[in-house]
């Protein structure tokens, strides 16, 4: 990382500062959170989409249905409730997002300089899988020059993003504008073909494809090895889902079981409470081809003919434990969910080879006293609910059949063995992330990890070590708080009422209307603003203790800072004594060398109320810049095996 510098870094180095912008520091691409909902504010939306989409080439799939661990370490959380980022995000990239119908944007918005400098026209490059992390490897080593070739096992791209997300919560032709806006950067994709039956790794070799990339992802679901597995109505929540979104739905009965408490088990459970085998295939495909966000009359027909489904969703963890987000738990409670938390399912009962119900035990503690997966039970208290169909969503799997001896890739608890740094495979040709590589986690975790595999790619080829810089700038802010921010309550985007949208396939959430995103934005603390104190020019009037609306800045005896030992030191060094001395001083004697003006830096929320009120103006605000930027350095990058440099258009 480059050293950085300018006066106010010193006070606590660059990292501090970048963790201080807590949305920012918590994304895995590092996105501008505080930049673009700023720009919402000030109605610069174009601003925004490009701060938006720089790191990232999903922002308007991301706008829709990422995890955001921006919104669950967003500053305002800890004094009500998080900016609503991701909606703003949808707010911007509906406007200016490839979804818009222009793709100028798009291509415009990248950040060429999260790419190594050293581009060319270089070498074939496979990329497995047209998923997050694949098109992500595609997109990046595209723009670097390399001849990039997409291979797709289902006749259309989009991974988990059309197979696992449910055609209510993510428009299809949102995924495909977003995937065409990265093809059209020269990408080729060859779809229905698949590793391990239309071709092998050892064959792409052959072909003289110089890297190989594996974003296969985790395509199986998982089970629990109960008693009543093998009965009729028993699914796996992966296969049911990627029916559902091909409009071609798994047979279910009226009272469903759905096993799990995460997101996936709420999709699978709020897909089973929707009709969507009212609808012939013809219209079902066609209709979710267009990402259309109507209700459906025949389906709602269908449903009061046949009478309503009973969905249940049964987990061990209590409402407070579950891993499902709260809007995914209350809206399915709007739809008519019925949870079952603390109950752990014992058996699938059933009558002449078909479910009749699930038998469930109370489940008293998910997780041990170190926090550890280990559930424990109550056996007196076992209950049946009542089911035609189970379905299982507690995980999913692998499926590495496709491996050969001959690859060299080896693989570890069902998942591909990397290098964590560089997710280079024991094959050095072969690289892999995603979760195929690190298990499952969110879509910004692959597109994250796939911007690291495709710069890895890069320096194999090229026999080159790439590492990513910061560099960082301060520069006075020109900022007040919106009149009444403290009172600006978050509110969700508009959501279809639930009576329509379950029997409907209907998009759930809407936009934000403009002027209800530019008040959602305007609740942002500007953590990137900071409060800025100028020893020599305090006056100790106190002034800025008292107007503080959040009592974080107090003036303390010298003796408090030297309860902890960094304190001691410091105070030392400012009295130019050893801190030996210091720690054998009383209190009196300790404080009668003076005060010291203490500020909560971690609860600041940069109203900036201190700097007003400050008469001799020691307090300034003051904007902090940091940007990431990709660097050459000499020599090969030592984490790759055989990273060997090929002559330009060679071979290794």
């Known amino acids: 990382m480059a050293q950085p510098s300018g006066q106010f870094d010193r006070i606590g180095g660059a990292d501090y500062w970048m963790e201080m912008v807590k949305c920012q520091h918590a994304c895995p691409v590092h996105t501008d959170a505080c930049g673009y909902v700023t720009a919402i504010a000030e109605g610069r939306d174009e601003d925004a989409y490009r701060i938006a989409r720089a790191t990232n080439p999903f922002a308007s799939i991301c706008g829709r249905v990422c995890g955001a661990p921006c919104e669950a370490n967003c500053r305002r959380g800890s004094l009500d409730e998080p900016v609503s980022i991701r909606a703003l995000k949808r707010f911007v990239t509906s406007q200016f997002g490839p979804e818009s119908g222009d793709a100028s944007h798009y291509r415009a918005g990248a950040n060429l300089n999260m790419l190594p400098p050293n581009r060319g026209e270089f070498e074939k490059v496979a990329v497995i899988g047209a998923g997050v992390a694949g098109m992500t490897v595609a997109h990046d080593l595209t723009m670097l020059g390399y001849k990039v070739t997409v291979f797709e096992a289902y006749h259309k791209p989009g991974g988990m993003l059309t197979a696992g997300v449910p055609v209510f919560r993510l428009p299809r032709e949102l995924v495909m504008a ?44 998982r089970k629990l090895d109960l008693p009543g597995n093998d009965l009729g109505g028993v699914y796996d929540g992966m296969d049911f889902l990627r029916a559902f979104n091909e409009g071609n739905p ?47 009359d025949v389906a709602r027909s269908a449903m009061r003919l046949s009478g309503e489904r009973e969905v249940h969703v049964v987990c061990l963890e209590s409402r407070a434990e579950m891993p499902a987000d709260e809007i995914e738990v209350t809206e399915g409670a709007e739809e008519g969910l019925v949870l079952h ?42 209950d049946v609910i009542e089911a035609d169909t189970v379905i299982f969503s507690i995980g999913q799997s692998s499926d590495l059949s496709f491996l050969q001896p001959g690859d060299g890739v080896e693989s570890v608890r069902g ?57 960082t700038s301060w520069s006075p802010a020109a900022y007040t708080m919106r009149e009444n921010w403290d009172q600006l309550k978050r509110h969700h985007p508009p959501a279809v009422a ?14 934000y209307p403009e002027q209800e995103a530019r008040a959602q934005a305007s609740r942002c603390l500007r953590c990137n603003v900071n409060t800025v104190f100028d020893t020599g020019m305090c006056v100790a009037c106190t002034g800025c203790v008292d107007v503080c609306p ?10 408090e800072m ?39 830096e ?15 103006r020691a307090i300034t605000m003051q904007q902090f810049h940091y940007a990431r930027k990709c660097v050459t350095v000499p020599g090969t990058n030592p984490r790759l095996l055989h990273s060997i440099a090929p002559a330009a258009g060679g071979t290794l």
Request: hydrophobic letters at 40%; glycine letters at 10%.
């Open 341 to 382: 938390n603390s109950r752990g399912p014992r058996a699938i009962v059933g009558v002449d080879g078909k479910v009749t119900g699930l038998k469930t035990v109370e489940c008293t503690a998910v997780f041990d006293a170190n926090h550890r997966f280990s559930p424990t039970f109550n056996e007196e208290n076992v």
């Open 250 to 296: 798994l047979p279910v009965g009226r009272k469903i079981v759905v096993i799990g408490g995460g997101n996936v088990a709420y999709d699978v459970a709020r897909s089973a409470v929707r009709p969507l085998e009212a609808m012939s295939n013809e219209e079902s495909a066609a209709d979710i081809q267009r990402g259309e966000s109507v209700a459906y």
């Open 178 to 221: 977003e995937i065409d806006a990265i093809v059209s950067l020269g990408v080729e994709l060859r779809c229905n073909q698949r590793l391990g039956r239309d071709f092998t790794i050892q064959s792409l070799r052959a072909d003289g494809y110089k890297a190989i990339f594996l974003g296969v992802g985790l395509p199986k679901g």
């Open 415 to 471: 998942l591909i063995k990397v290098d964590p740094d560089t997710y280079q495979t024991t094959a050095p040709d072969v690289f892999a992330c995603g979760d195929i590589a690190h298990g499952p986690r969110l879509f910004i975790h692959a597109i994250r990890s796939a911007q690291v595999a495709a710069r890895s790619m890069h320096d194999f080829l090229r026999g080159s070590h790439t590492q990513v810089t910061i560099e």
């Open 550 to 559: 959040e009592s974080l800045i107090r003036m303390v005896g010298v003796a």
């Open 498 to 511: 639930p009576q329509t949208r379950a029997t409907s396939l209907a998009i759930v959430e809407e936009n």
């Open 562 to 600: 030297c309860r902890t030992p960094e304190g001691l030191d410091w105070v030392a060094g400012l009295a130019g004594v050893p801190s030996a001395v210091l720690q054998d001083a009383g209190t009196e004697e300790l404080n009668a060398m003076g005060s010291v003006m203490l500020k909560d």
């Open 602 to 616: 971690s609860t600041c929320i940069r109203c900036g109320m201190c700097a007003s009120r400050c008469p001799s």
